[in-house]
């Protein structure tokens, strides 16, 4: 097996936050330009970082087991001790995410929220540099690379929900390619695939992406598939959250009911504010 290393807009552009370099595919577009020439034969990406809609000819052929989807908060080095929870009036904490924003300042509205781009590498330097007390980052993506050492403290659900997709691994495939898709199923989760399938019809349905505060967390329990979802303003004065129950087969269908519940409740007046703001 050949592992060819693709740079993407996302990954080149580090001086400008995402919600302003762009939406759909700054992860993967052209990665999956690789693939439907051919270049390449099939395409890891994670799972947050992928459109709910895909570009004609490519499907995603396997989804592998979810990490921990939570957040996880990491203290400056200089204050190993100090936790999220300890944090001072007016603490600074770095994210590149508007949806993390939105939630830090819902929580505590006192804090001040640095932008943070680059890889994790890139942004434990940065973090180490700063004045700032604190990042917050997707856990699943810490404990990869075996750096869990370094998490300070794991947010709760209650406070921050994550990202759709968080903490999965896709596998996009084209869809007249038999041979790797048969190869890459034996790495499908199907408990997972049904969470994020859930999570995926309710960003669909909102026309949702990263420059917009969306936060979901599905997951089955038992017989029954659970799914909480929250849409929050840029400076998280205003959030409405929502959460819907019912059988797993019908993950799809949940997802959308629950993003009409959230928009009947506010949600839609948020979004039309963020969406006017950004036109």
């Not at 390619?177 to 408990?191: F, G, M, W």
């Amino acid at each position: 097996m050949e592992i060819q290393v693709i740079k993407t807009l996302g990954d080149k552009v580090l001086d400008s936050p995402l919600s302003s370099i762009g939406d759909k595919g700054l992860f993967t577009k052209e990665i999956e330009h690789a693939l439907r020439d051919r270049t390449v034969d099939l395409a890891v990406h994670s799972l947050k970082d992928v459109p709910t809609g895909l570009p004609a000819g490519l499907t995603i052929g396997s989804i592998g087991e979810r990490e921990d989807p939570r957040d996880a908060f990491i203290g400056h080095p200089s204050k190993p001790h100090q936790h999220f929870a300890q944090l001072s009036r007016g603490a600074v904490i770095a994210t590149g995410s508007l949806r993390r924003k939105s939630q830090l300042l819902r929580h505590r509205p006192d804090f001040r929220i640095a932008d943070i781009r680059g890889n994790l590498n890139t942004r434990l330097k940065k973090l180490e540099e700063s004045s700032w007390d604190g990042m917050v980052l997707a856990r699943a993506g810490v404990t990869r690379l075996g750096w869990e050492s370094k998490i300070t403290d794991v947010l709760s659900f209650d406070l921050m929900l994550p990202a759709v997709g968080q903490g999965a691994l896709a596998i996009e495939i084209r869809e007249d390619d038999n041979r790797v898709a048969k190869i890459v199923r034996a790495l499908h989760h199907e408990p997972t695939a049904i969470a994020v399938l859930g999570e995926r019809a309710l960003l669909r349905f909102l026309e949702g992406g990263c420059q917009v505060p969306i936060g979901a967390h599905g997951r089955i329990e038992g017989d029954r598939f659970l799914l909480d979802a929250v849409i929050g303003s840029l400076d998280g004065t205003r959030a409405v959250r929502g959460s819907i129950t019912g059988p797993p087969a019908e993950a799809s269908k949940l997802g959308e009911n629950l993003a009409r519940q959230l928009l009947a409740d506010g949600g839609r007046e948020i979004l039309d504010e963020i969406r006017a703001a950004s036109a």
